[in-house]
């Protein structure tokens, strides 16, 4: 771990990847609100969100798909240089594309938010399976495009099987060892 002059440890980026509906942002959302309750400088970087801003002209082809990771995995690392814990949620299908991000940004953790794509279909809690399966929007994930589920992810959460409550623990947990004992230094305000 890679202590900065001022003590201040080096950020870390927390990647939450899995298929739509699987529940990335649910999930992520409820660690935020655990790690800024104890006082972690943290940020919430969700492709959803970013898809309406900065990386708002890109589509779903597997350049533009890669493009929205690189283009996340960039602002996330000027982020961690800071020192602030970023978390990120986004499918990011694409195993190259996750890796080139790791290799980048060093202090990275991939968590697999796995549900089957059955489960995941069911809940549709946007509605965007359904349009898939009707045709109204094409290249979605799991159905005409592919997902590629990590090999070797720090952490796994099995959604279909887990409750919010146990993944959050499971995730503060791996944080808080990811960054040592003294975590309680780690990029905390005043
Ligand atoms: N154990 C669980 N963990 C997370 N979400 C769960 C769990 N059980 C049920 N859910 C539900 O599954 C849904 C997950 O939706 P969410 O928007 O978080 O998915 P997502 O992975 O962010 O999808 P997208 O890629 O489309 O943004 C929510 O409705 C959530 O309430
Ligand atoms: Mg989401």
Redesign the pocket.
Known sequence: MIVTPNGFRKGLTVW?T????????????SVHDVLLARGFRVELL???DLRNHLNRDLGFSRRDRDENVRRIGFVAELLARNGILVLV???APYRNAREEVRRRIGNFMEVH?N?PLEV?EK?D??G?YRRARAGEIQGFTGIHDPYEAPLDPEVR?N??Q???Q??TDKMIAAITKYLGSSAPRFAKIG
């Open positions: 939450f899995g298929l739509s509906g699987s529940g990335k942002t649910t999930l992520s959302s969700d492709g959803d949620s986004a499918i938010v549900a995941c809940r809690p946007k965007l959460c959604t279909h887990e409750s919010v146990r993944s």
